[in-house]
């Protein structure tokens, strides 16, 4: 693979959905998939499972946490010092599943459900499709980063309408800007959750991949009341690239909605597949050394990031995640820079416009893959902004 050859080929080994968008002589920096090889680990743990039983799991009909809640204690509890409950983790088939069943549980349709924008577009369109309205909590960039306004947060749940807000969305490490919440932040909002009578849901797929000095820290670990309001979503989906594998955990701290999706437990909701168990078991048990690679691989590509991008392109480094959300406002292209890049530069990034509110202007681009095909996209946007 040539660095600057007008030919660069998609890799011929990948054929998922983030390659096989992209037209021919188009690299696709979108959606949130690396380009990564699978962990050893998780193959051997796949192939063990094939080679041994693939009819009904030992698990399949055990209450409370089984088959992953004990697994997933012990990894909050080594990684992050949070001592969950085991007996509290329900699987889902993926985050998003997650999200729309607790949001049905917890709320009621016509209910207000805060989250910060812009957010990541699965996110809004289950908040659309469950008839529960946004209440947009915008990030702003300042000097030093992201952040959000406490105050005006505050002043919205204060309001009270036109519609009770119910809940709050944390979505943290933050994507698309790629923050990761500060105590203080998250102190913040969780007092205000307990003066406006909240539920939290908390959405931390992207906690094993924050950089240094960053550290992620669990909204429910914040303390006893909080976390009897928390329901924490997270998947092995991303930090170890797993999202077709379909298996995400919930951590439901909230007594009535764990009673109430144990009410209707396997019937309308379906249940995960004995691979996609194994896989998240390996990843969680057996799969740090990899990831502490695909993190140094990930620092490095950050860094070539930085460094490759135009001055015209403004950019907050990211705090987490393998994703940089990129102000192009002062390009002049449009409220959608993706089209502009993709026919100007051939490179395929997420529409800023899909992630809602405070999206126009923006795209964000996806470093998560070889450092080759980095260089090469970075090129590529270099001369298509150099014609402007």
Known sequence: MTVHDPELATPTHRDGEKWAKAADGVLPAWVADMDFPVAPAIRRALIERIDTDLGYP???NE????PLGEVYAARMHRRHGFPVEPTHVRLFTDVNQAIWVLLHLATEAG???????PACPPLLDVLHAADRPARHVPMVSGRDGWGFDLERLD??????DPARCRLVILVNPHNPTGRVFSRTELEGLAELVLRHDLLVLSDEV???LAYAPHRHLP???LGAEIRRRTMTVTSASKAFNLAGVRCAVAHIGVPEVRAALDAQRGLPYGQVGVLAVEAVRAAWTSGDAWLDGVRATLAVNRRILLEGLPAEIGHHPPEATFLSWLDCRGLGVGADPAGFFEREAKVMLFSGPAFGPGGDGFVRLNFATDRGVLTEILHRIRGAVDRL
């Open 58 to 60: 030992a698990w399949f």
């Open 111 to 117: 209910d207000a459900v805060a989250v910060h924008t």
């Open 155 to 160: 002043r919205d749940l204060t309001r009270g």
């Open 219 to 221: 909204f429910a670990a």
């Open 206 to 208: 992207h906690a094993d």
């Open 63 to 66: 209450p409370d946490g089984a």
